[in-house]
T-cell receptor, first 111, second 115 residues
Framework: DTGVSQNPRHKITKRGQNVTFRCDPI?????LYWYRQTLGQGPEFLTY????????KSRLLSDRFSAERPKGSFSTLEIQRTEQGDSAMYLC?????????FGEGSRLTVL | QQQVKQSPQSLIVQKGGISIINCAYE??????FPWYQQFPGKGPALLIA?????SEKKEGRFTISFNKSAKQFSLHIMDSQPGDSATYFC??????????????FGKGTLLTVNP
């Protein structure tokens, strides 16, 4: 499968714990995006990488969130001190042109 | 501030019927308008997209109609099938620097096609 891969697919954690999600984009894609989707809503932009450089962060990305893309390949999204409001689907997308290709997402449940 | 407004929130259509979903945008800088299809537990999948220099684009049973002056665009699904039952999202983007073409999504339309 050469699509966007995300792991883990599901994560259940207790409030206050840290979680990390990984995204492996389509290999030739230099652009990588993270989105958050809550139930009944459309995806909301969180952050954007071109190669290894993080070029834009949404105001939705609080100080507890950090994203990296070392060497311009895979990316990680870490949430520290999780809160119940962080419960959502975290989607990764990659692109080479204007067409964004999404992974299947990582669903986070914070108890 | 919701930049892309989508309606209806839900839609029920009989098999073989036409499904129509509408979107309106505010930012005139938007210059790329895709539609995504999402099944439960899956990520959004690109269905069809249009740029504002054309008024209509058709791919198979899916057609986008675009009205630049009204800042509206719509998705038409002809001969709707039960397998089309999914959530559909309209989106829009513009170049925001650094090769960033981030998408702004509507809230989605849950389409149910009855057999």
């Amino acid at each position: 499968d050469t699509g966007v891969s995300q792991n883990p697919r599901h994560k259940i954690t207790k409030r206050g714990q840290n979680v990390t999600f990984r995204c492996d984009p389509i290999s030739e894609h230099n652009r990588l995006y993270w989105y958050r989707q809550t139930l009944g809503q459309g995806p909301e932009f969180l952050t954007y990488f071109q190669n290894e450089a993080q070029l834009e962060k949404s105001r939705l990305l609080s100080d507890r969130f950090s994203a990296e893309r070392p060497k311009g390949s895979f990316s990680t999204l870490e949430i520290q001190r999780t809160e119940q409001g962080d419960s959502a689907m975290y989607l990764c997308a990659s692109s080479f042109t204007r067409e964004l290709f999404f992974g299947e997402g990582s669903r986070l449940t914070v108890l | 501030q919701q930049q892309v407004k989508q309606s209806p929130q839900s839609l029920i259509v009989q098999k073989g019927g036409i499904s129509i979903i509408n979107c309106a945008y505010e930012n005139t800088a938007f210059d790329y308008f895709p539609w995504y299809q999402q099944f439960p537990g899956k990520g959004p999948a690109l269905l069809i997209a249009i740029r504002p220099d054309v008024s209509e684009k058709k791919e198979g049973r899916f057609t986008i109609s675009f009205n630049k002056s009204a800042k509206q665009f719509s998705l038409h699904i002809m001969d709707s099938q039960p397998g089309d039952s999914a959530t559909y999202f309209c989106a829009a983007s513009f170049y925001s620097g650094g090769s960033n073409y981030k998408l702004t999504f509507g809230k989605g339309t849950l389409l149910t096609v009855n057999p």
